[in-house]
């Protein structure tokens, strides 16, 4: 976006991300994140064994033998290879279930917050009642009996999540509603749905994004759960959660097995978890 | 006060009936069965099976029994452990999941505490750096990667500890570590942020001004208020601690309640899935309830309708 040279007034976004990149923590992670999504998406082309190609020679063979820079698993299959795929998936899902929570949420929340009253009660009560529910057994009772496919552990995982999303966008829209620049925007003739895009829509952005980045890791860290209990992704495929539940199973033998894909998770994890600290910093211009 | 616990507790009631339903009509529609065991069984015997355990009538009234029957108290046999009724293993293996969740508690709120006053105190300077990036790790690295690494190098490594099995102290230790240190994060981050609050007010000043001793500040005017938002999570710490005894008690080969809610949903054992279904929900409608209770009498600020 390049503005004409006339003397620019700082956004919102412009204000946020000077706070953003000012924060160590938080521009730290968005190096990393962004080699990690790029090692996710590229990675899987640039390995010489493919992820579920099994070497019959190099079973469990050690970091940098044969070609294998990370070694290889119990089957002899590329232990880099598969973290890279490992990634991708997790990564996939953990978005994908993230845009199905903030559908479901941002929708219910503002719904609830927009007509307000005795609607907004009983969708705020259920709400409650479904957040005291213990949610983890009830995606095991879907993931059990619906199969296990990648589909279903979007819709499970996003299903079990908009509930905060639902809370937050509700929240947010309903002291929007009465804030000052919104009845000027009203006083200044504008339609209903101009003062939404306008004024309100970005309001809410601020906390949903930040809201967002911190589901997306949520949702990673739920998809592995499963995974490690044998419920999430299927073999071949894997995903970081599958890798270290395996990696648990083989760590007597072959600590690097397990080594890898716990510090890739970790560090995925905790990229997201600074990048949403710091944009919560950033976005809230109250804080400061 | 009375009259919202009654309320509240009231409401418990319509939430389990509503746990119960989702829970068994998504148990009953799964694939499979909990009689095919491998091989195929003749189908009288099936059908005898079946009839035993009442599974020959129509899925509506089977649900109505279930209901009747829970109402009773009466949680039905497992399908699959011979000669065992779901409240008998209730009570045989519950008591350990409960130990391990319940000394984790307490445990991380001592430490979780204890480190979030000290990062508050030194806010801005290393010891704080150290709680935060702690406090970073222990929410960001699971349970399923602490404790087989754990098991890794004190178990297999140092030769420390039992790597899995129960019945000596020494096989709580672990698990108990594992099941600690993401609530010690959690617990030091909140009480930061209270401390950090409570310590810009006004009667914290007053305090100071009259010239009490940093010690009888934080011990006496500082903490008690800083500690209220900790109260609230009294019941999602419930829930994580039970999400996490799922996995403490597979890697540690601990025969507690966790281990056995997995191990039933895959074999469709209907009866033990839907008991340690509503046994945990009960378990956290009550703990959000007695939090919200406790806050009620700790904060003098909140009134219950």
New interface residues.
């Given amino acids: 976006m390049s503005a004409p040279e006339a003397v620019k007034g700082r956004s919102l976004w412009d204000d946020a991300r000077r706070r953003l990149l000012s924060n160590p923590a938080a521009a730290a992670s968005l190096v990393l994140l962004t080699v990690l999504v790029l090692a996710a998406l590229v990675g899987p082309f640039l390995t010489p064994f493919s992820y579920d190609h099994l070497n019959k020679d190099d079973v469990l063979v050690s970091p940098l033998t044969h070609g294998h820079l990370l070694g290889t698993d119990v089957l002899g299959r590329d232990l880099l290879a598969r973290v890279f795929v490992g990634l991708r998936v997790s990564l996939m899902v953990g978005v994908v279930a993230t845009f199905v929570s903030l559908g479901i949420g941002v929708t219910y929340g503002s719904i609830a917050g927009y007509v307000g009253g005795r609607v907004d009660e009983v969708m705020m009560r259920i709400v409650d009642?479904l957040y005291?529910?213990?949610f983890?057994?009830?995606v095991?009772?879907?993931m059990?009996?619906?199969?296990k496919s990648l589909i279903l552990l979007f819709v499970a995982i996003g299903a079990v999540e908009w509930l905060t999303m639902a809370r937050i966008v509700r929240g947010q829209t309903l002291s929007l509603k009465e804030k000052e620049f919104i009845e000027a925007a009203r006083a200044a003739g504008l339609t209903t749905p101009a003062i939404i895009l306008r004024h309100i829509a970005p309001n809410l952005l601020g906390p949903v994004v930040v809201y967002v980045t911190l589901t997306i890791?949520g949702v990673i860290?739920a998809e592995?759960?499963l995974s490690?209990?044998?419920l999430g992704v299927q073999e071949p495929l894997t995903s970081l959660?599958t890798l270290?539940?395996e990696?648990?199973r083989d760590?007597?033998l072959a600590?690097w097995t397990?080594?890898f894909p716990?510090l890739v998770?970790?560090l995925t994890?905790?990229g997201f978890?600074?990048i949403g600290d710091g944009l919560r910093d950033a976005l809230d211009p109250k804080d400061r | 006060m009375p009259g919202f616990v009654l309320r509240r507790l009231l409401?418990i009631i319509?939430?389990l009936f509503?746990?119960i339903t989702?829970?068994f009509f998504?148990?009953r529609?799964?694939?499979g069965s909990p009689f095919q065991t491998g091989r195929k069984l003749p189908a009288a015997i099936e059908k005898n099976v079946m009839k035993r355990f009442g599974m020959d009538k129509p899925l509506g009234v089977q649900y109505l029994n279930y209901l009747v029957g829970v109402v009773h108290g009466d949680f039905g046999p497992s399908l699959k452990y011979r000669d065992k009724t779901v409240l008998q293993m209730i009570c045989d293996d519950f008591p350990k999941s409960l130990l391990l969740g319940l000394t984790s508690l307490i445990l991380a709120t001592i430490i979780g505490v204890g480190l979030g006053v000290m990062a508050a105190l030194f806010q801005n300077k290393p010891p704080d750096y150290a709680v935060i990036s702690l406090a970073?790790?222990g929410?960001?690295?699971?349970t399923?990667?602490t404790?087989?690494?754990l098991?890794?190098l004190l178990g297999?490594k140092l030769g420390l500890l039992p790597i899995a099995g129960w019945g000596q102290p020494q096989n709580l230790v672990m698990p108990i570590i594992v099941l600690t240190l993401p609530q010690v994060a959690i617990i030091a981050r909140l009480t930061r942020a209270g401390m950090i609050e409570t310590l810009r007010s006004n009667f914290v000043r007053t305090a100071r001004a009259k010239g009490l001793s940093s010690w009888r500040i934080v011990t006496r005017h500082t903490l008690p208020a800083a500690l209220l938002p900790l109260v609230s999570y009294l019941?999602p710490a419930c829930?994580g601690l039970?999400?996490g005894s799922?996995?403490v008690e597979?890697?540690f080969n601990i025969p507690g309640l966790g281990r056995y809610?997995?191990v039933s949903?895959?074999q469709r054992d209907y009866t033990v899935?839907m008991g340690?279904?509503i046994l945990?929900?009960a378990l956290?409608?009550i703990m959000?309830l007695l939090a919200d209770v406790l806050y009620a009498a700790l904060d003098p600020r909140v009134t219950l309708k």
């Fill in positions: 009642i005291s529910l213990p983890i057994f009830f095991i009772l879907l059990v009996t619906f199969g890791p860290l592995s759960f490690f209990l044998g959660g270290v539940s990696g648990a760590m007597e600590p397990l080594i716990a998770m970790a994890l905790i978890n600074f | 409401l319509p939430t509503i746990v989702l829970s998504l148990m529609m799964a694939p970073v790790l929410i960001c690295v699971p399923f990667v404790a087989p690494l098991a890794l297999s019941g829930a039970i999400t799922l996995v597979q890697i809610f997995v949903a895959l899935v340690v279904v945990y929900s956290i409608m959000n």
